[in-house]
T-cell receptor
Framework: RKEVEQDPGPFNVPEGATVAFNCTYSNSASQSFFWYRQDCRKEPKLLMSVYSSGNEDGRFTAQLNRASQYISLLIRDSKLSDSATYLCVVMASGGSYIPTFGRGTSLIVHP | EPEVTQTPSHQVTQMGQEVILRCVPISNHLYFYWYRQILGQKVEFLVSFYNNEISEKSEIFDDQFSVERPDGSNFTLKIRSTKLEDSAMYFC?????????????FGEGSRLTVL
């Protein structure tokens, strides 16, 4: 079973739409969670960390559901510049602390 | 703002040749990583480095790979005898905090093309 799973998409949405991505993880010892954004042929860049209580940064909201072992990212009022691949990253406690990446979800925002 | 820097940005090499990819992590960071991303595929963990030694490596990181931190600032990945399937983007990353907190900061990557 894959450690971190994401729907690869693409999600094709019009400007102004609200879009949500989910990510599931298999390791129940996971403690740290992040969403990264990756533009084509560029490095991943941190979008936001995901806290147990959920957190919001402008148009972006991240949620964590430990019982169901998934995290989510909600983007409101999508902009053309939001077009990118969104990577879910999970890190487990107890030893090696290796951030593990999901395959990413592709978002295309069109006019 | 401090950043992770990588060189070269692109290297083309012949199969069987040795390649060294260089990284300068952010200076007060404690953990260092190499990841690779084959075009169109996911970001895959290769190796982590902490306290001047390898702390974890993946099954991809076989005997043809090695890492070093020769001078306290540079962090290098060596591929001894490149294969066609080593063609990928190689990302260096560093993390400041110990334990399971603290996000990764990535360099811009080194694109390796093996012919």
């Amino acid at each position: 079973r894959k450690e971190v799973e994401q729907d690869p998409g693409p999600f094709n949405v019009p400007e102004g739409a609200t879009v949500a991505f989910n990510c599931t993880y298999s390791n129940s010892a996971s403690q740290s969670f992040f969403w990264y954004r990756q533009d084509c042929r560029k490095e991943p860049k941190l979008l936001m960390s995901v806290y147990s209580s959920g957190n919001e940064d402008g148009r972006f909201t991240a949620q964590l559901n430990r019982a169901s072992q998934y995290i989510s990212l909600l983007i409101r009022d999508s902009k053309l510049s939001d077009s990118a691949t969104y990577l879910c990253v999970v890190m487990a406690s107890g030893g090696s602390y290796i951030p593990t990446f999901g395959r990413g979800t592709s978002l295309i925002v069109h006019p | 703002e401090p950043e992770v820097t990588q060189t070269p940005s692109h290297q083309v090499t012949q199969m069987g040749q040795e390649v060294i990819l260089r990284c300068v992590p952010i200076s007060n960071h404690l953990y260092f990583y190499w990841y690779r991303q084959i075009l169109g595929q996911k970001v895959e963990f290769l190796v982590s480095f902490y306290n001047n030694e390898i702390s974890e490596k993946s099954e991809i990181f076989d005997d043809q790979f090695s890492v070093e931190r020769p001078d306290g600032s540079n962090f290098t990945l060596k591929i001894r005898s490149t294969k066609l399937e080593d063609s990928a983007m190689y990302f260096c990353a560093s993390r400041r905090l110990a334990g399971d907190v603290g996000e990764l900061f990535f360099g811009e990557g080194s694109r390796l093309t093996v012919l």
